[in-house]
């Protein structure tokens, strides 16, 4: 038993107390002992154990609980009680591709692992996570960075400085006057904010030379601006962004795009003087704003294939391991098979879902959400102390969804909403929720999800990049 | 700016149009729209005339694109919700004035992508990610009469 034991611990920054409980519905703070049984497969080191766990084929419903045969093998999900099955396709379960004599993993494949978190960091739920190492760019530096979430919601790799050693080989993006840049990322729960450096990364066999990475909580720079902060939750640390790192492998080919190109916008990036004082707002030219590093790829680089396997959706799994696959049609590990291509608009990235009866513009697939997103009136909402804007039915629902690209593809999809309650208190020691859904503003899209993810291949196909499909941006399943 | 007057119930509207462009007003939730300020974003004013409107909207787009719609009670003058849609977060905290605070260290972060604060005196929801971000805040003790929820998006 290999396991870090999560603490129980106040999380987010001292003096921010309420943040803590702020967070406490699905950034979990419960104990992660004995969850874990592979011990080979915690931490997240080494960055290969599980790659070659076959997932090819899984069924593109989530199914029904059927197999539960706990997974034994290193990299694969592990339960008390639960677990990782894929229906009549493949699973980890098998403990296949996992002995020690088993081939080394595809150079485009990095294994994907949904558990506890790093140390330090509250325990969420439905978070999926890889390591990727960075070096200082021709080489030199080399480190491994676990627990860096895959984010198909946005474009960029972020990592969280303490994370990291030896900044100073990293090389800062400097304007004129030796002042440095910055940038500022904000989401609807926080922001982050740090230098703009340049690295080597390491995405599985690949490396994707001297890219623009945004290093948070760099001392290089001063504190977050107010334009950028704007009053809001800094996610600076690993505690507070619950990860070492974002991995965004979007479908955008930079963070912003063109609009930050053209103009300063507060809240992107900034450019802070050498002599010290505040940063100010600045336009940022595309090849030196943070970018999709499988874009930058010299192969397998017009985008990416997720595969997780299914989960039983009343237990969930305490520990889910898959692969996130570089390419799409590139090589047998990451054909298209029978997937459809759903087009999203150039702008927002975003299709339209029907479902109950309601349709939803400006929809998207997002590994990096942890639940199904959506407004709704037919389902229950939670009515429990914490679970509020979660939903929360008599018993399992299973919905169906049309979903319409673009491109004019249209495709119904299966999915499943179970009560929040009895998944999330029910069997407090799992970690992945297939049918984990919950409220949106009522003006906002269907938010597809970590829960869309498990049982199905998922492609995120780069803006402007040829693909057997056509050319991006779209997502396919 | 743009000015939408509604009535609460189908009666027959006296439209006119009143184009106009300017600075934009920042206001705030829960309170009277405050006088224009410089330096902001312009837009389009519409007027649809009637009796004893129910509301009236003030539509703004920042310089970067994002929309924002705030809904003025006629009765009260005091906005009594906000919308907004767009590739970047407005400023929230002008925009929710004293309830932003409650809306960020009270509201339930679930994901990076969503955070809601959903108390009687009032409801924020903010969710989405860069170039897609959305969001609605109002105050449900002050709709005023006849007025849905669902009408304002």
Redesign the interface.
């Known amino acids: 038993m290999n396991c870090t034991e999560l603490p129980n611990a106040p999380l987010r920054g001292a003096g921010q107390p ?2 803590a409980r ?2 406490r ?3 979990r703070h419960a104990a992660a002992a004995a969850l874990c049984v592979a011990l080979t497969a915690c931490g997240g080191g080494g960055g290969g154990g599980g790659g070659g766990v076959p997932l090819a084929l899984l069924p593109a419903a989530t199914g029904a609980g059927g197999s539960t045969a706990p997974d034994t093998g290193a990299g694969s999900s592990t339960g008390s009680g639960s677990t990782a099955n894929a229906g009549s396709g493949s699973s980890t379960g098998t403990g296949s591709g996992t002995s020690p004599d088993s081939p080394p993993p595809a150079s485009n494949v990095l294994a994907v692992t949904v558990d506890a978190g790093p140390p330090g960091a509250p325990t969420q739920v439905n978070i999926p996570y890889v390591t990727v190492t960075v070096c200082a760019p021709g080489g030199g530096s080399c480190q491994q960075i676990d627990h860096v979430i895959v984010d198909t ?2 474009s960029g790799l972020r990592l969280v400085a303490s994370a990291m050693q030896g900044l100073g080989a990293f090389p800062l993006q400097q304007g004129s006057g030796g002042s440095a840049y910055a940038e500022c ?6 922001y982050t904010w740090g230098a703009m450096r340049l690295a080597d990364v390491q995405l599985g066999g690949l490396t994707a030379s001297s890219q623009p990475i945004q290093v948070i909580g760099d001392a290089a720079v001063p504190g977050a601006p107010a334009s950028c902060s ?4 800094g ?1 600076n640390t690993v505690a507070t962004l619950g990860a070492k790192g974002l991995l965004g492998v979007g479908p ?1 080919r930079n ?3 063109a ?1 930050c190109a053209g ?1 300063a ?4 990036y900034y450019q802070c003087p050498s002599g010290g004082g505040s940063c100010s707002a600045v336009a940022m030219p595309l090849a030196q704003q943070l970018a999709n590093p499988v874009a930058q790829l010299s192969s397998d680089n017009n985008g990416v294939l997720l595969q997780l396997p299914a989960v039983d959706p009343d237990a969930g799994a305490v520990r889910v391991a898959g692969q996130l696959v570089l390419g799409i049609g590139t090589r047998t590990n990451n054909a298209l098979g029978n997937a459809q291509a759903y087009g999203i608009d150039p ?4 299709f339209t879902t029907s479902a109950l009866g309601r349709q939803y513009a ?1 929809s ?1 697939v ?1 590994s ?4 199904l ?1 959506f407004d709704t009136t037919a389902l229950a909402p939670c009515t429990q102390p914490g679970l ?3 939903y929360c039915p008599d018993s399992l629902r299973n919905l169906e969804a049309t979903n319409t690209g673009t491109n004019g593809t249209t495709g119904s999809v299966q999915f499943q909403v179970n009560d929040a309650n009895s998944l999330l208190n029910g069997h407090p020691g799992s970690i992945a929720y297939s049918d984990l859904a ?8 269907f ?1 597809w ?1 970590l829960p869309f993810f498990f049982g199905r291949s998922v492609y995120t196909a780069i803006e402007g990049a040829s693909t057997p499909s056509g050319a991006g941006p779209y997502f396919a399943f | 700016m743009r000015f939408r007057h509604f009535a609460p119930s189908g009666a027959s509207l006296l439209a006119a149009l009143l184009a106009t462009a300017g600075p934009v007003a920042h206001a705030t939730l829960g309170q009277p729209l405050a006088a224009p300020t410089a330096g902001s974003s312009t837009g389009k004013a519409v007027r649809r005339q009637g009796e004893s409107p129910a509301y009236s909207v003030q539509e703004s787009t920042t ?3 994002t929309t924002v719609r705030q809904y003025v009670d006629g009765t009260t003058g005091r906005v009594f919700a906000v ?1 907004w ?1 767009g ?3 407005p ?3 002008q925009l929710l004035g004293d309830y ?2 409650p809306f ?13 604060l ?1 108390r009687d005196d009032v409801v924020v ?12 805040a109002y105050l449900p003790g002050q709709l005023p009469q006849g007025v849905s ?2 009408e304002l ?1």
């Open positions: 309420d943040l702020r967070i519905l699905l950034w919601g946005s990322a904000q989401f609807a729960i926080g704007n009053g809001d939750v996610m955008a963070d912003c795009g609009i103009m916008v507060p809240g992107t702008g927002s990235f975003t400006g998207f997002d990096g959400s942890n639940g997103y509020s804007g979660l919950g409220t949106a503003s009522g003006i906002s899209g938010d999800g | 310089p970067a694109g919308v849609q590739p970047f977060l400023d929230l905290q932003f605070q960020v260290q009270q509201g339930a972060a679930r994901s990076r992508t969503d955070r809601l959903r929801h903010s969710s989405g990610r860069m170039r897609a971000f959305s969001g609605r929820i669902d998006h």
